[in-house]
C-alpha cells in the first residue's frame, strides 16, 4: 500500500475544489494556439466550464488578453505574425499580473523555436511539454512549474513534485489532446491556490475522463467526442484516487 | 393559444420551401471565417446540401466569390490578409448582385474589428450576432436584416419581425455552432424570396436539429456528430411547429 | 466475372503489405494542408500509424521536413506565406530523395494556384486531384503517378492503372476527406515498393473503412468518428477484394 503524504492528500483535495470552482466561476482563457488544435482546444475548454478566445492577431489581442483571465500560449504552426501576436500578449499579461501557461510544441526539431521558447519562459507560470521539448529547453526558470507529461505525468515545483500515472492510451491517437491539456491547465490557473494544483487538476481531470471514455469508445474516432462528455460530466471527487 | 398571423404562416411555409430548395439546387458558399470555425462550418454546408470554400487569400477570393452564389463573412481570427481578403470579396459579390452575411463575432472587445464591421455593414444583407456585438454596431443599415442570436433568437427587417424560442443549450457548449449558422443563412440566400425567410429558416433547421440531437446524446461531444446527422435528415414539415 | 491479372494481385499483395509496414514501421509525414482540413488529416494518419506535423512557416518547414519519411503538399487555402514553405519544403526533400504528394485543390478555380501547381508538378511522385483539377493541370509528368478520385478512382503510371470502384457516398459528405486521403498516400510513400501501390494501398484503406463506417452510422455526423475507428483496426486481408 503506498505511502500518501498529507501534503499529497492536501493537494488532491485542492485540486478537486479548484476543479469545482472553475466550473462554479468560470473562466476566460485567450488561447493562441496552433490551427491543428484550436477547435479541439476550444470544445475542450467549453466543456469544462471555461470560455476560449482564439485570435492571432498582433494588433487585437491587447483587448482579448485584458479581458480574459488567463493566458495560454502553443508555439505550434509558429509564424512571425503569431510571434508577435504571443510577445504582444505576454506583455499585456504580465502587466496586469495575469497567468500564463506556455507550451512549447516541437522545440526540440526546430532551433528558431527553442530559441523563442526560452526566451518567454521566464515570464510565464507553468511548461507543459513532453521529456524531449523539455529537455530541448535546458534549465527552465526555477518561478515556473514545469510538467511532462507522458505515460507517466510528472509535476515540478520549486519545492515540491507529484506524479500521475493513469489515462488512455488512445489519448494520444487523437491530435492535440496534449495541447487542450495546456490550454485547461491555463484555465485552472486563476481558479487554484498555485499553479501546482491547477496541473495536478487538469491531469486528473483529462487522465479519469479518458480512461471512462476509453471503456465506451471502439477506437479514436469514438473516443474524442466521448473525451469531451466525460469531461463535462466529470466528478472531481475521483480526484481522491489519484492518492491511491 | 397564440395567435398566429397569416403572415407568420406565409414566412415559414416559405423558409420550409427554402429548406427544400437548397438541398435540390445546392448553393456554393464562399466562405471567408475564422480557423477555429471552418472545419465545423463546412461539415454543417454539406450536410444541409451547400458547398463550401473556404480560400481566404486577398489574391484568389475573387475566383471563388465569382463562382460562389453567396458570401459568408465572418471576423473571427482577423488579421491584415483576412481584412484584404473581405474586402475583395465583398467587392465582387456586390458588383455580381451576390447576396452577403456578415457575423461581426467580437465585435464588442475589439474596437479595431468593430471599426471595420461597422463599414462593411452598409455593403451586406443579413448581420447575424449575439446582441453584445449587435449593441456595438450601432445602428445597423436599413438594408439589411439583423439576426441577433440567443435563447430567443430576433429577425429584424425593415417592416417585420420574428421570434424563435427552441433548441438546445448544448448548442452553445459546442465551439462554431453560431458561425456555422451565419454560413446556413448564407447559403439559403440564394433559393430564399428574402434575408429573412433564409435566416428564420437556417434558425429553425438549427434548432429542431439541435433540439432531436440533444436527445440522444450524452453530452457535447457526442451531441456534435449527432447534430450535423439531424441538419441531414431534416424534415422541413417541423418548421410549421414555429407557428405554435 | 472479372478477369483479375496476376499483375493486379501482386499489387494488392504488395498493397496490403505496405499497410502492414506503415503500422509497424510509422511514418513521419511532414503536411503542408489548408487550415480546413489539419485536423482532420492528423486524425487519419494518427488512426493509420503515421505521425503527423503541419508547421507551415517557410523559416521551420526545412526542420520539419528534413525530420520526415515524407511530404504531403496540398494547395487548399493556399497564400503567400504557404506558397514559400511549399517552395522550402520540396526543395528539401527533393535534396534528400524523400517522396512528395501533391494535391492541387480547387486549381480549376484559380489561375494563380494552377500556375503554381504545374511549376510543382514535376518534382513531385503522386498527384492527387478529382477530374476537373487533374484537367486543369494539363499533361501531367510522366515521372508522376497520378491518382484521379470520384465515384470511380483510377490510379495511372507510366505503364500501367488500376481501378476502384468502392466506398460509400457520405466519404464526400465530411468535409477534408480528399484531403486525408492524399496525407496517408504521402505516408504510405516510404513504406511501399512504388507510388502506385501507396495510392492503391490508401485508396482500398479508405473505401473498405468507409463502407464500415457507413453501415453503423445514422448520417456524416456519427460518420466521421467512426471512419476513423474503422482506419483504424482495418484488417489488411480486406484489401484482396479489390481484385474480385
Known amino acids: 500500500m503506498p505511502d500518501v503524504s498529507h501534503h499529497d492528500t492536501e493537494l488532491i483535495a485542492a485540486a478537486a475544489q479548484s476543479i469545482r470552482d472553475l466550473r462554479r466561476h468560470g473562466c476566460r482563457v485567450h488561447s493562441i494556439t ?3 488544435a484550436q477547435n479541439f ?9 471555461a470560455r476560449p478566445s482564439m485570435t492571432v492577431d498582433a494588433d487585437e489581442v491587447e483587448y482579448f488578453t485584458s479581458r480574459a483571465n488567463a493566458l495560454h500560449i502553443n508555439l ?13 500578449s505576454i506583455e499585456v499579461a504580465n502587466q496586469a499580473g495575469k497567468p500564463i501557461l506556455l507550451d512549447p510544441v516541437m522545440v526540440h526539431v526546430s532551433p528558431n523555436r527553442r530559441d523563442f521558447a526560452r526566451e518567454l519562459s521566464s515570464s510565464v507560470h507553468v511548461i507543459r511539454a513532453n521529456q524531449a521539448e523539455m529537455d530541448s529547453l535546458g534549465d527552465s526558470p526555477a518561478s515556473a512549474v514545469s510538467v511532462v507529461t507522458g505515460p507517466v505525468d510528472h509535476v515540478n515545483w520549486e519545492d515540491g513534485s507529484f506524479t500521475i500515472e493513469r489515462g488512455s492510451h488512445l489519448m494520444d491517437q487523437v491530435i492535440a489532446t496534449g495541447c487542450a491539456l495546456g490550454g485547461l491547465m491555463a484555465a485552472l490557473l486563476p481558479v487554484a491556490p498555485n499553479p501546482q494544483t491547477a496541473a495536478i487538476a487538469a491531469l486528473g481531470w483529462f487522465a479519469f475522463s479518458g480512461e471512462n471514455a476509453h471503456r ?4 479514436p474516432g469514438t473516443f474524442a467526442p466521448l473525451f469531451l462528455d466525460r469531461l463535462y460530466d466529470f466528478d472531481p471527487v475521483r480526484m481522491e484516487e489519484l492518492a491511491r
Open 34 to 36: 496552433n490551427t491543428v
Open 41 to 49: 482546444t476550444a470544445n475542450v475548454l467549453l466543456a469544462c466550464g
Open 76 to 88: 505550434g504552426t509558429l509564424d512571425s505574425g503569431r510571434r508577435a501576436a504571443i510577445e504582444k
Open 216 to 219: 465506451d469508445s471502439q477506437g
